[in-house]
């Protein structure tokens, strides 16, 4: 059974930053595919980035170049760093993990096992 939580989630002026936070148990974290999605309410779970081993990532467009995704398999923890913060970053970030081995995932369905997501607020 693998199990991801997720923290660093809160509230940030528009222009901030803050740093999220998976961590996994068991074995699966070490070769498995990293996501991040995020969920904003009356709108569907989107793609945010993804990573793999060997350093591996992907990133959704509106994000590119304002968020990095790292992992620290020793720590069995992925991150999510998030820069210049808009309002509409704001959402339910989740993280999620797959088995899969084919790179990028940017599919929810792609991906076996979820966090219960840490919210982030954006204020103008």
């Known amino acids: 059974q693998v199990q991801l939580v997720e923290s660093g989630g809160g509230l940030v002026q528009a222009g901030g930053s803050l740093r999220l936070s998976c961590t996994a148990s068991?074995?699966?974290?070490?070769?498995?595919?990293m996501g991040w999605f995020r969920q904003a309410p009356g709108k569907e779970r989107e793609f945010v980035a993804a990573?793999?081993?060997?350093?591996?990532?992907n990133y959704a467009n509106s994000v590119k170049d304002r968020f990095t995704v790292s992992r620290d398999n020793f720590e069995n923890t992925v991150y999510l760093k998030m820069s210049s913060l808009k309002p509409e970053d704001a959402a339910v970030y989740s993280c999620?993990?797959?088995?899969?081995?084919?790179?990028?995932?940017?599919?929810?369905?792609?991906?076996?096992?979820w966090g219960q997501g840490t919210q982030v607020t954006v204020s103008e």
């Open positions: 999620a993990a797959s088995r899969a081995s084919r790179f990028p995932l940017v599919r929810p369905d792609e991906y076996d096992y």
């Open positions: 068991g074995r699966l974290f070490t070769n498995s595919i």
């Open positions: 990573i793999w081993t060997f350093g591996l990532t």
